[in-house]
């Protein structure tokens, strides 16, 4: 059977992939660009089809905090919202990467700082992938391009969350949540079973049976020597993350002179650009990261031996481009080209910036 | 007599419980956290709910909560509990949740989350330790520290025109539609200890029942906290703390 291709916003993406692979739980709290999650779930009343439970919160910091409560009890349970409310989530996302737990936060980006635009924006790539919270942690970042991918990185998202008992994050951003395209949503898969949970997260507080030993969910050790071997064992962590789970997608690299690398929505416009580049004889390829956590570094580098220059396409005033030329190592130029506060740039100015800087 | 004579079974007139375990716990001699994690494991074992009970443990001198009662535990971010516990009630609804937090941690930092839990009726039980002071840190200002009384911020005694006034959020919680069960109890006695342990399970049977969300506070010393011997305390606390934060039931929906 053919399956069923459907037109919506990618916010609203987001809601129908969390009932249909059997969330647990949704916890929210209404923000601009992302309020459509929180508002689909609402109208599906997945709680009378799924059992998923959806509770509007009273403040982001409550919603991710909840998060961590579901999450500690074994659950697949996830949160969405929009910079200034990821910047309060920050205290609960720490703890959960802290006590280990698995989750799905979702930020559709808007520009800042402050309380900034509703307009779209990817200025939160520091907050996402070098902390936001306190203390060495690291979320698994998967940036969307599509509504597809919206609907896609809900399930991959659980999937590496519980797989390394990890929060793992969708970066989205304005366009990506607002936008409408065609998209294929996953099969309506019935929630776990509470023994299914069990089995899967023997770890969980569920109630302890008299088997075991308590199942204490935290993050709180005030021996220095066992808080450093916690730490050592969550780098260990991520040190496999780093090597198992990169994912990026190259768009005619092969024969590029120069290199494009760009992120979600950025990623569009500048695989636009590539075309325009082309279409006037300039060779360039687009990498674009899908993981921005663990960042395909050894990728970009792999590149940079065949190309003459990088330009780092971001909207933003330029912060992947640290990792960009991290990778790079100084061994070609790295440019930034960036649009701020809201404003998306047209391909025409990323083809102008890339002979700009690096053609001239 | 002999040790083997005392304690034959028919002598047996105090057990302690089996969910309290052996760990020598941190909290100063005379505190009234020992008494109320007694309370609360002797109500699980009594209703049977030992292997269905989660505890959400706050930030604040009951942090280490999890270390004495054998049961399955969430440790929650200062002032947070109510959130937790909200998810883990909603997402197991025939397990036992409950949380235990401090004035700090329920009455400033996490004002929000408590009223709103309570609000919302979720069926949980908050039991609410008030001292009047922060222990953990040693010794500053809560949210319900008495008017004139010192602490290590308030050194000169609370002033209203500096600090406000102490929060009843016992009072405010019985004015909310998704309560149902809101009552002060203290454990200085015999007498109010088996008062305050009647409270906890009435509250535990409630969120058991879905009849809405249960707060229990217990009216307690801090004698470290507050620079005096544990007798005193106790005294201070009836002569100061009572008519404050009077005892008994503030709402009780049958």
Same mark, same amino acid.
């Given at each position: 059977?053919?399956?069923?291709?459907?037109?919506?916003?990618?916010?609203?993406?987001?809601?129908?992939?969390?009932?249909?692979?059997?969330?647990?739980?949704?916890?929210?709290?209404?923000?601009?660009?992302?309020?459509?999650?929180?508002? &689909? +779930?609402?109208?599906?009343?997945?709680?009378?089809?799924?059992?998923?439970?959806?509770?509007?919160?009273?403040?982001?910091?409550?919603?991710?905090?909840?998060?961590?409560?579901?999450?500690?009890?074994?659950?697949? $349970?996830?949160?969405?919202?929009?910079?200034?409310?990821?910047?309060?989530?920050?205290?609960?996302?720490?703890?959960?990467?802290?006590?280990?737990?698995?989750?799905?936060?979702?930020?559709?980006?808007?520009?800042?700082?402050?309380?900034?635009?509703?307009?779209?924006?990817?200025?939160?790539?520091?907050? &996402?992938?070098?902390?936001?919270?306190?203390?060495?942690?690291?979320?698994?970042?998967?940036?969307?391009?599509?509504?597809?991918?919206?609907?896609?990185?809900?399930?991959?998202?659980?999937?590496?969350?519980?797989?390394?008992?990890?929060?793992?994050? *969708?970066?989205?951003?304005?366009?990506?949540?607002?936008?409408?395209?065609?998209?294929?949503?996953?099969?309506?898969?019935?929630?776990?079973?509470?023994?299914?949970?069990?089995?899967?997260?023997?770890?969980?507080?569920?109630?302890?049976?008299?088997?075991?030993?308590?199942?204490?969910?935290?993050?709180?050790?005030?021996?220095?020597?066992?808080?450093?071997?916690?730490?050592?064992?969550?780098?260990?962590?991520?040190?496999?993350?780093?090597?198992?789970?990169?994912?990026?997608?190259?768009?005619?690299?092969?024969?590029?002179?120069?290199?494009?690398?760009?992120?979600?929505?950025?990623?569009?416009?500048?695989?636009?650009?590539?075309?325009?580049?082309?279409?006037?004889?300039?060779?360039?390829?687009?990498?674009?990261?899908?993981? +921005?956590?663990?960042?395909?570094?050894?990728?970009?580098?792999?590149?940079?031996?065949?190309?003459?220059? *990088?330009?780092? $396409?971001?909207?933003?005033?330029?912060?992947? $481009?640290?990792?960009?030329?991290?990778?790079?190592?100084?061994?070609?130029?790295?440019?930034?080209?960036?649009?701020?506060?809201?404003?998306?740039?047209?391909?025409?100015?990323?083809?102008?910036?890339?002979?700009?800087?690096?053609?001239? | 007599?002999?040790?083997?004579?005392?304690?034959?079974?028919?002598?047996?007139? !105090?057990?302690?419980?089996?969910?309290?375990?052996?760990?020598?716990?941190?909290?100063?001699?005379?505190?009234?956290?020992?008494?109320?994690?007694?309370?609360?494991?002797?109500?699980?074992?009594?209703?049977?709910?030992?292997?269905?009970? $989660?505890?959400?443990?706050?930030?604040?001198?009951?942090?280490?909560?999890?270390? !004495?009662?054998?049961?399955?535990?969430?440790?929650?971010?200062?002032?947070?509990?109510?959130?937790?516990?909200?998810?883990?009630?909603?997402?197991?609804?025939?397990?036992?949740?409950?949380? !235990?937090?401090?004035?700090?941690?329920?009455?400033?930092?996490?004002?929000?989350?408590? *009223?709103?839990?309570?609000?919302?009726?979720?069926?949980?039980?908050?039991?609410?330790?008030?001292?009047?002071? !922060?222990?953990?840190?040693?010794?500053?200002?809560?949210?319900?520290?008495?008017?004139?009384?010192?602490?290590? &911020?308030?050194?000169?005694?609370?002033?209203?025109?500096?600090?406000?006034?102490?929060?009843?959020?016992?009072?405010?919680?019985? &004015?909310?539609?998704?309560?149902?069960?809101?009552?002060?109890?203290?454990?200085?006695?015999?007498?109010?200890?088996?008062?305050?342990?009647?409270?906890?399970?009435?509250?535990?049977?409630?969120?058991?029942?879905?009849?809405?969300?249960?707060?229990?506070?217990?009216?307690?010393?801090?004698?470290?906290?507050?620079?005096?011997?544990?007798?005193?305390?106790?005294?201070?606390?009836?002569?100061?703390?009572?008519?404050?934060?009077?005892?008994?039931?503030?709402?009780?929906?049958?």
């Amino acid at each position: 059977m053919a399956k069923e291709v459907v037109l919506m916003k990618g916010n609203e993406a987001i809601a129908r992939a969390a009932i249909r692979i059997g969330v647990d739980g949704y916890f929210g709290y209404p923000i601009t660009p992302q309020s459509e999650v929180l508002e &689909t +779930l609402a109208e599906e009343k997945p709680w009378e089809t799924t059992g998923m439970v959806v509770i509007q919160a009273e403040s982001e910091v409550a919603a991710i905090n909840m998060v961590y409560g579901g999450a500690g009890a074994g659950k697949m $349970v996830m949160t969405s919202s929009s910079s200034p409310g990821v910047s309060l989530k920050q205290e609960g996302i720490s703890y959960i990467a802290g006590a280990e737990l698995p989750c799905l936060i979702v930020n559709v980006m808007r520009g800042g700082p402050g309380l900034g635009t509703i307009q779209p924006s990817q200025a939160d790539y520091f907050q &996402t992938v070098k902390g936001g919270g306190h203390g060495d942690y690291r979320l698994i970042a998967l940036a969307p391009a599509s509504v597809q991918e919206m609907a896609d990185f809900v399930g991959l998202g659980f999937e590496l969350a519980f797989k390394y008992r990890n929060p793992a994050i *969708i970066l989205a951003d304005g366009v990506i949540g607002q936008m409408m395209e065609k998209v294929i949503l996953p099969e309506q898969k019935k929630r776990l079973t509470d023994e299914e949970v069990l089995a899967r997260c023997p770890w969980a507080a569920t109630g302890k049976n008299k088997n075991r030993k308590p199942n204490i969910i935290t993050s709180l050790e005030l021996d220095p020597a066992e808080m450093e071997k916690r730490n050592i064992n969550l780098q260990k962590k991520y040190a496999e993350i780093q090597e198992n789970e990169v994912r990026f997608e190259e768009v005619e690299c092969e024969d590029a002179e120069y290199l494009i690398v760009a992120f979600g929505s950025s990623a569009r416009i500048a695989q636009k650009a590539m075309e325009t580049a082309r279409a006037e004889g300039i060779k360039v390829g687009l990498l674009r990261p899908i993981t +921005l956590w663990p960042f395909p570094s050894k990728a970009i580098a792999e590149r940079a031996k065949q190309v003459k220059g *990088i330009l780092s $396409v971001e909207l933003n005033a330029g912060q992947m $481009v640290e990792d960009v030329r991290l990778a790079v190592e100084c061994k070609v130029p790295v440019e930034y080209f960036g649009r701020l506060g809201g404003i998306v740039p047209d391909p025409d100015e990323v083809v102008a910036a890339l002979k700009e800087k690096l053609i001239k | 007599m002999t040790k083997e004579e005392i304690i034959k079974a028919e002598n047996l007139v !105090y057990k302690k419980p089996t969910l309290m375990n052996d760990n020598p716990m941190h909290y100063c001699p005379g505190c009234s956290h020992g008494v109320v994690h007694k309370l609360i494991a002797e109500v699980i074992e009594e209703m049977g709910m030992e292997d269905k009970t $989660v505890g959400v443990s706050p930030v604040g001198c009951a942090v280490f909560a999890y270390n !004495y009662l054998d049961i399955d535990w969430e440790e929650a971010a200062h002032g947070r509990a109510p959130a937790v516990a909200t998810a883990i009630k909603r997402l197991w609804p025939d397990r036992l949740v409950f949380t !235990y937090q401090g004035d700090g941690d329920l009455a400033c930092i996490g004002t929000a989350e408590t *009223i709103h839990a309570l609000n919302r009726g979720e069926n949980i039980t908050i039991i609410f330790i008030n001292n009047a002071i !922060y222990g953990m840190t040693g010794g500053q200002m809560a949210p319900t520290t008495l008017v004139g009384m010192k602490t290590a &911020t308030c050194p000169y005694g609370r002033d209203v025109t500096i600090h406000g006034y102490p929060l009843k959020m016992t009072e405010i919680a019985a &004015t909310l539609e998704g309560t149902a069960y809101v009552t002060r109890q203290s454990v200085q006695s015999v007498a109010a200890i088996r008062k305050a342990k009647k409270a906890i399970r009435k509250a535990f049977e409630n969120s058991m029942q879905g009849k809405g969300s249960n707060l229990v506070e217990i009216v307690s010393t801090c004698n470290s906290g507050w620079k005096m011997s544990p007798a005193a305390s106790n005294q201070w606390m009836e002569e100061h703390m009572f008519p404050f934060y009077p005892l008994g039931d503030l709402k009780d929906k049958e």
